[in-house]
Structures are given as structure tokens and as C-alpha cells.
């Protein structure tokens, strides 16, 4: 039940981010980005390195993380008439069918062939939505769908990190670090940006603390960045986001809980990713399943006790999620407080632990 202080306002979650904060580069380690640690029992706001993750969480914590691995889904290519067209992979239909979202979308009609290099082709076959989104078939020889990206394609960057064609060392540098260390299937279109930081030294610390570590997939799709376009944020539809939990960590997450010991979420899809199993399934339970979970304040959280996450956008769910565990007046004081120290934002940028 929504509380007076619980705004549905969109408007309410914005504030001003100045563009230079905007973080272009990943750090130059990972584990050297800042960390603004908030303690939400006595309200305190510390800065950090993520290096010092080791120190603040606690032994016998369960560390969750999404180790799904992002697909090179940015295809640019031409049409006959040499007009420049680019395909964004979103998500893989039966044989060679795609949802992508086309841009610019005005020029295409169905049937389109848009050539993105001798052995790529996109078919357009039809319009899904007005904002780009299409019905496509990937033309191309074999059977390894993958191997054909890796070759065409560029790793998906959010707009807000401006590269235009990127020369050859700028995209082997995102190939490598817009991953996580422990990603493992290619399935989504954007990273877990939270676990953006983690090093293989970090984990092995964490390892030798006593923290457990366990993994699940939730394949990030367009859901997770579209914009919230109703001013009454009740309104608002997540997309679906496929995801899948093994036996092996429903066993851990459900021991983990039974004997009341903190569970860390590794960023928000990770929280959506048990939240939503929760809800459907009254516990965590071996599944495959898909997520529309909208979480925003004042939403009750049944699973995760702790979050890593990094700084988000204006007016986006995830900045509402963050809302609802730490408290949006909080939050928007460790934003006022993050800008104001300059840390760096977004994607590339620093993180936030919320204990």
C-alpha cells in the first residue's frame, strides 16, 4: 500500500546530472572505481574504493550475481540505395528471427535487405512497434549465429557513451570491459553494470572470507533502460526479461535465507531476477521463467537484504528500485552528494553499496 511519502510521480525522481560526469572510459582497473557506501540504519554516507568491498561485506554473506554475457548485438549496415541503417539485436525468435529495434525506422518497409557485410544480412519482415522495433531474419552462411555477430558486430554501448564507429583499440577495449569476469552465455544487450567492477582477485578475497558466491542469468533486454514515458509511474510496463535460476543456487539462496545469513545482490537484475522468482513462486525454485517486475516505492523486499549498483539515470526504474530499498530522500542525498564530490556516473561510471 503506497504511503504519503511514496511518490508515483515521475517527476519526482528526476534531478540535474552535469554532462562531464557522465563517465565515457571505464576506470583504467576495475576495482579502482569510487564507491559511495550508504548505511541505511543510522542514515551515513561514506566514500570508498570498490577495492574495499572485501572489508564491508560480512563473512557467511551470499554474493549474487547475473553472469550473463552481452551479445555483440550492434550491426551497422546499408541499403541498397546506400542509405546507412543500423540493427540492434533485443532478442532471438525461432531459426533466424530477431526482435531489433531498426533506426532510422522511416526507411525501412518489409523486405527490406539491409547489407551489413559480404557474409550478414538483415531481412526486415514486419513492423512490431512505432519506436523502431522489428520483425527480422538474419541472413547468413552456417550454423553459429554467434561466430557471425563476433565478426560484424559491436558490443550494444547505451547512447550516452559516445562512440560513433570506434576504432579498432576503442572496441577491443569495450569487448573486454563492458563484460563482467564471470559472464558466461550470451544472451542480453546491455551489461550488469554492477558487477562491472568485480576483478577475479576480488571474488577469490571474497571466497577466502567466507562470503559464498552464487550465480544466476537474467538476460537483459530493453525493459531494463526504455525511458518511463507516464508522468503517473503506476502506469508504466516493464518489458519482459527472460531469466533462469539452477538448483544449485536456489539451494544456496533458500540456506542462505533459513539461516539468516545476508544475501548481496549483485545489481538491480539481480535483485529482479530473485524478487520475481519469489512472487512467482513463493520461494526460489530451479526455473526458467521471465521478469516484468516493476519495483518502486514503497516495495516490500522478500529475498535480497543488500545491493551493489551503480548510479542511475534520471526518471528510470532503476533509480525508483534503489528508491525503494534505501529510501528515495536518502538516495537523492547521496546523489546531491555523489555529484557534488564528482563521482562518475552511469555505465562506465563508480557504484554505491547499500547496506
Not at 7 to 20: A, C, G, K, Q
Not at 40 to 51: A, E, I, L, N
Not at 249 to 263: D, L, T
Not at 298 to 307: A, N, R, S
Request: charged content about 30%; glycine content about 4%; aromatic content about 8%.
Amino acid at each position: 500500500m503506497l504511503k504519503k511519502q511514496d511518490s508515483i510521480l515521475l517527476s519526482d525522481y528526476d534531478y540535474n546530472l552535469p554532462e562531464e560526469l557522465i563517465a565515457q572510459m571505464p576506470a583504467d582497473k576495475r576495482d579502482n572505481s569510487r564507491m559511495m557506501v550508504l548505511d541505511r540504519c543510522d542514515r551515513t554516507v561514506s566514500h570508498k574504493h570498490f577495492y574495499d568491498i572485501v572489508d564491508l561485506i560480512e563473512p557467511n554473506s551470499l554474493l549474487v550475481m547475473n553472469n550473463t554475457k552481452v551479445l555483440p548485438a550492434r550491426l551497422i549496415g546499408h541499403k541498397d540505395t546506400g542509405a546507412k541503417i543500423e540493427v540492434f539485436l533485443l532478442s532471438q525468435k525461432d531459426g533466424a528471427c530477431w526482435d531489433v529495434l531498426i533506426k532510422p525506422s522511416k526507411r525501412v518497409k518489409p523486405d527490406t535487405i539491409i547489407k551489413i557485410s559480404d557474409e550478414l544480412s538483415v531481412r526486415a519482415i514486419k513492423r512490431l512497434e512505432e519506436n523502431g522495433e522489428w520483425l527480422v531474419e538474419l541472413i547468413y552462411e552456417g550454423n553459429n549465429v554467434l561466430d557471425v555477430l563476433h565478426r560484424n558486430g559491436n558490443i550494444p554501448l547505451p547512447p550516452y557513451i559516445e562512440r560513433k564507429i570506434p576504432n579498432d583499440d576503442l572496441k577491443k577495449l569495450d569487448f573486454e570491459r563492458y563484460q563482467t569476469v564471470y559472464a558466461k552465455d550470451e544472451g542480453s544487450v546491455a551489461a550488469p553494470t554492477a558487477g562491472l567492477h568485480f576483478t577475479q582477485e576480488i571474488l577469490h578475497k571474497l571466497e577466502m572470507k567466507g562470503v559464498e558466491l552464487c550465480e544466476v542469468t537474467l538476460n537483459v533486454g530493453l525493459g531494463t533502460f526504455r525511458p518511463v514515458q507516464c508522468e503517473n509511474i503506476l502506469e508504466h510496463k516493464m518489458h519482459s526479461e527472460t531469466f533462469e535460476i539452477s538448483a544449485k543456487a536456489a539451494e544456496q539462496i533458500n540456506r542462505a535465507k533459513q539461516e539468516g545469513r545476508p544475501i548481496v545482490a549483485v545489481g538491480t537484475t539481480t535483485v529482479r531476477t530473485l524478487e520475481t522468482a519469489y512472487q512467482q513462486f513463493g520461494k526460489i525454485c530451479e526455473c526458467r521463467s521471465a521478469s516484468e517486475l516493476f519495483i518502486y516505492p514503497p516495495y516490500e523486499f522478500k529475498v535480497i537484504d543488500k545491493l551493489i549498483t551503480n548510479f542511475h539515470l534520471p526518471k528510470s526504474t532503476l533509480l525508483m528500485l534503489v528508491s525503494a530499498l534505501a529510501g528515495k530522500d536518502f538516495i537523492f542525498e547521496a546523489y546531491k552528494e555523489a555529484i557534488e564530490n564528482k563521482y562518475r556516473f552511469f555505465s562506465y561510471g563508480d557504484c554505491m553499496f547499500i547496506s
